[in-house]
């Protein structure tokens, strides 16, 4: 432990400012070998010395080089930045200190780009925070607002001074001064119904912010962010278009604003912008960028089970599934009934009756002893004879006091948001409504800008804020691409990416996977002449890059799913292989290759079965491309096969001569981590954490993965380390030392998902976790970690300046980074754009480093990450994430299938969602040993 404290203080020490290229002390070279991993260690010691590690450290100021410290912007429209007052604060103690930026990035060749990051100028004033009570309590924030803003308009100049009041819809209101009172309560009459509502609000006295503090910040003169300025500078900010537009978290969406059209199934889309206030190196930023999302159609509610139920007329019968589907995509949502004349009533939908309207039967108030149907009620008192009666109702008031609602008086409000999960034909119309290029994107951008007319905006007067509506220019690098190792038995040996992509021609995998036992399953309607060319047409692919792959299958099935389920198929294949195989004295059957049937998904079926179940590795083809049968597919199908049967496509020629600093100098592991999350409205599902990590260093791209299941929304990964049996890092650790016969130096940890909230609770237990992970394996084993946080859902974009800086597509080069200008204004994060764009707007994946033990200069980390990502096995292009990130996030969805099982796969084949609202969370099946010993998530 005494090691571990001097070893942390010396790395406290050197973090003053920016270091040369070698990042640092390269300590793991002097490391003895590993002995065999053995005693355990205090692991709860180690804890206290890790949080005692990342407390709080004294401000250091970050230095930049003079040419990088500002960003080129256009003169005369961009507000200057903030400059630094002389007074010295002394950092707050209550938060947990991130590691400031070691300095800036000097490798690759120097361009220019445009962002959508638009300057803002603060002026110095105090923010005053009042708390809000609302009673009784209100769930809808969009009420919340009109509630405030019935106060406004009947106190605002008595009570409030006259102030601007900016409100966030929550718990929170900002005023640019004080309010003439620390407490008071208002009563308030909301008239948004034909019956009116009385609400009590009580203004309370919370907190005063210094803007003061948040220039020191931005100046980089102290380490607190001032997030409470920030919040309520980004509030006044929104304040405008909250009351203009239709808001959705962080973006605005009006159907006059870009723009509507149906995505298919009672749903449609929205055009709108994205807003928000960042604080960057040059001071307060707007980062805006043009976004979709989706909306139900206001249209009738009888139209939209026509459309969501796929019911082609009146004749259409409900099941107990349809009643199920359609009350998981109504509940909750507000529809107005037409059956009352004038009188223009909203109800909220609660569910959907068992029975049908003539069959579902209420006592009348005036009558307790008479029960009538809704059918006959509706005759009898408004004269409507109900052409669905044989249709249910949906329901609305109380448990108690239910109110039965027949579809075809109901219309569906507008402007309410769909929450639920988009099947594949809406996410694509969503994505094309969005997909847009550099140039039109950046235009629209501009028009968004110029439409919201901030420089009049009356609440950015009261808080003193202005900005810029020039175009913020940023200074860039680009990365060059690695070259690339294959095998010596290819005509290629070595390998040069040209605009971030390559292929396969004249080459052989680095390392040749065997498939001499496999079999093939057809589940299509595919011609057998069709499957015998595929077949034959694969094995030669297969041969000609490298792999060691026999031409014949040992078993061609192709079963009749009507007469047999998808299991006792699978079973059957498993058992008769296994004879056979048992007879030759060969272990297993190394691969099955699915072709999926055209009309049902059951992929995965197949892979929960084969993987947890079987024992199987497979590999599933969609009927159209098997009888393309193009070569293209076949060589990306055979890039699959290969990582699957334990073989490797390529490696970074730095890697194989053990020359990438800080990395290839000392055993290192590569982890990656992601949690995925159930779709909205879907709780009862459990939350899948992924953890791959590398086991074959110094190569760097075979990885092994574990899986867990924790509960609903759950960020942190619970099982990193549980206790000693059950901890994800120490059994990825123990594979590695089996593979590498080393334990890890060092631990460089690439972890998605994680917002800037949860920055320093997920840094704090994770990391917590690693250490008392390596604590139980040996006394005094402290690899140093590196924690790296992955963020692809952001609005960052970049726009190349020159067209000699651009791809095809218009989009930025592969490799483009940038880490001033944009950036946190004293932490150490950075953009990279690692791919080339396809469709649409590029999108750069942001970088935080959290925590670093091993000294990587910004050089270091850039130009490895940059590099990792051209060692992705799927393909052969440079993926736009690194590749133990991207093979977390396919394992944690391969994990969604074990979870889901077969209700997730009827329901896909509807083009619906996954009925999972009444399914308890499950453990999560543990994946065969002969599965989970090859890359199976690929």
């Known amino acids: 432990m005494e090691q571990q404290r001097r070893r942390g203080a010396r790395g406290r020490g050197q973090r003053g400012g920016g270091r040369g290229d070698g990042g640092g002390r390269q300590g793991g070279r002097a490391r003895p070998q590993a002995p065999p991993i053995g005693e355990v260690a205090e692991v709860e010691t180690v804890s206290r010395d890790l949080q005692q590690q990342l407390t709080i450290r004294p401000a250091q100021p970050v230095v930049a080089p003079p040419e990088v410290a500002a960003p080129v912007v256009a003169r005369s429209e961009v507000a200057q930045p903030v400059a630094a007052p002389s007074v010295e604060v002394a950092s707050s103690s209550k938060s947990m200190q991130l590691i400031r930026r070691p300095g800036y990035g000097t490798g690759g060749r120097n361009i220019t780009v445009r962002t959508n990051h638009f300057a803002v100028k603060l002026a110095t004033k105090q923010i005053f925070h009042y708390d809000v009570a609302i009673t009784p309590e209100v769930p809808s924030k969009a009420v919340n607002m009109s509630i405030i803003n019935e106060l406004v308009r009947v106190y605002g100049d008595t009570h409030l001074d006259g102030r601007k009041v900016a409100y966030d819809r929550r718990k929170s209101i900002y005023t640019a001064g004080s309010l003439p009172f620390t407490s008071k309560e208002f009563e308030i009459e909301l008239q948004d119904e034909p019956k009116s509502r009385r609400f009590n609000v009580v203004l309370r006295a919370a907190s005063t912010t210094d803007l003061t503090q948040l220039q020191l910040f931005l100046a980089g003169r102290i380490d607190d962010e001032c997030k409470e300025g920030i919040h309520a500078l980004d509030v006044a900010f929104r304040q405008t278009a909250s009351l203009m537009y239709t808001p959705v978290g962080r973006s605005f969406f009006s159907p006059l604003h870009g723009g509507r059209a149906s995505i298919g199934d009672g749903c449609e889309y929205w055009m709108g912008f994205y807003s928000s206030l960042r604080p960057t190196q040059f001071g307060l930023s707007l980062n805006i960028d043009i976004s979709a999302t989706s909306f139900y159609e206001p249209k009738l509610v009888i139209d939209f089970v026509y459309s969501y139920l796929n019911f082609r007329d009146d004749r259409s019968r409900f099941t107990d599934t349809d009643r199920l589907r359609l009350k998981k995509a109504l509940r909750g949502v507000k529809v107005q009934v037409s059956h009352r004349g004038n009188v223009l009533r909203r109800y909220r939908v609660n569910g959907v009756t068992p029975t049908s309207a003539k069959d579902s039967f209420f006592s009348l108030t005036d009558e307790a002893d008479r029960r009538i149907s809704v059918a006959n009620y509706f005759t009898e008192q408004y004269g409507i004879q109900l052409k669905y009666a044989h249709w249910p109702c949906l329901i609305a008031g109380s448990e108690r006091k239910p109110i039965f609602l027949p579809m075809e008086v109901c219309h569906i409000v507008e402007g309410q948001r769909y929450t639920k999960k988009l099947n594949e034909r809406q996410v694509t119309g969503l994505l094309r409504a969005t997909c847009t290029r ?54 290629e040996k070595v390998c040069q990416p040209s ?43 297969c041969q000609q890059i490298g792999i060691l792959f026999n031409p014949a299958p040992m078993m061609t099935f192709a079963p009749d799913l009507r007469r047999a389920t998808l299991p006792q198929v699978l079973n059957h294949v498993h058992v008769h292989c296994s004879n056979v195989l048992r007879q ?46 193009n070569r293209a597919y076949l060589e990306n199908l055979s890039l699959k096969i290969n990582v699957k049967v334990n073989g490797k496509n390529t490696v970074l020629v730095e890697a194989v001569r053990q020359e990438i600093p800080l990395v290839t100098d000392a055993p290192t592991i590569i982890i990656g ?13 459990n939350s899948i954490a992924a953890v791959v990590a590398s086991t074959d260093w110094p190569d760097l791209t075979r990885y092994s993965c574990l899986l867990s299941a924790q509960p609903p929304r759950q960020e942190i990964i619970a099982d990193l380390f549980e206790s000693i049996e059950n901890s994800m890092i120490r059994k990825l650790l123990i594979t590695f030392y089996k593979k590498v016969k080393q334990k890890p130096a060092r631990i460089i940890f690439y972890r998605d998902g994680v917002s800037e909230g949860q920055f320093n609770e997920v840094l704090l237990y994770e990391v917590d976790a690693i250490r008392k992970a390596c604590a139980t394996l040996e006394e005094n084993y402290f690899p140093r970690v590196t924690f790296i946080v992955v963020q692809k859902r952001h609005h960052t974009r970049l726009f190349p300046v020159d067209s000699k800086d651009a791809d095809r597509s218009g989009n930025v080069l592969p490799g483009t980074v940038v880490d001033t200008g944009i950036c946190h204004p004293t932490q150490f994060d950075f953009y990279l754009c690692s791919h080339a764009g396809i469709q649409g707007t590029s999108r750069p994946t942001h970088y935080h480093v959290l925590y670093d033990e091993n000294n990587f200069s910004a050089d270091n980390i850039q130009s490895f990450t940059n590099k990792l990502c051209y060692t992705y096995a799927r393909c052969t292009r440079s993926v736009s994430v690194v590749p133990p990130v991207y093979y977390a996030h396919l394992a944690a969805a391969r994990a969604r299938h074990y979870v889901d099982g077969i209700a997730s796969d009827v329901d896909s084949s509807n083009g619906g969602n996954p009925i999972r609202a009444m399914v308890a969370p499950v453990a999560l099946p543990r994946v065969m040993e002969v599965v989970n010993d090859v890359m199976f998530f690929c």
């Open 499 to 541: 605009l971030g992509q390559w292929n396969m021609n004249n080459k052989r995998m680095f390392e040749a996977g065997k498939v001499d036992h496999w079999a093939f399953l057809n589940l299509s309607s595919l011609r057998e002449d069709s499957l015998n060319r595929f077949i034959h047409q694969l094995g030669v692919t």
């Open 438 to 491: 550099p140039g039109e994107r950046e235009s629209r951008i501009k028009n968004v800008v110029s439409g919201s007319k901030y420089a009049g905006d009356g609440f950015l007067k009261e808080f003193g804020l202005s900005m810029s509506c020039g175009r913020t220019e940023v200074k860039a690098r680009v990365l060059a691409p690695p070259k690339l190792k294959y095998n010596e038995s290819g005509r």
């Open 673 to 685: 981590a992601d949690v995925t999350h159930p779709s909205p409205g879907e709780d009862s599902s």
């Open 584 to 629: 030759s004295g060969t272990d297993h059957l190394k691969l099955l290759i699915v072709v999926l049937p055209e009309r049902i998904s059951c992929y995965g079926q197949i892979k929960k079965i084969c993987d947890t179940s079987l024992g199987i590795v497979t590999q599933c083809c969609l009927p159209k491309n098997v009888d393309k049968c």
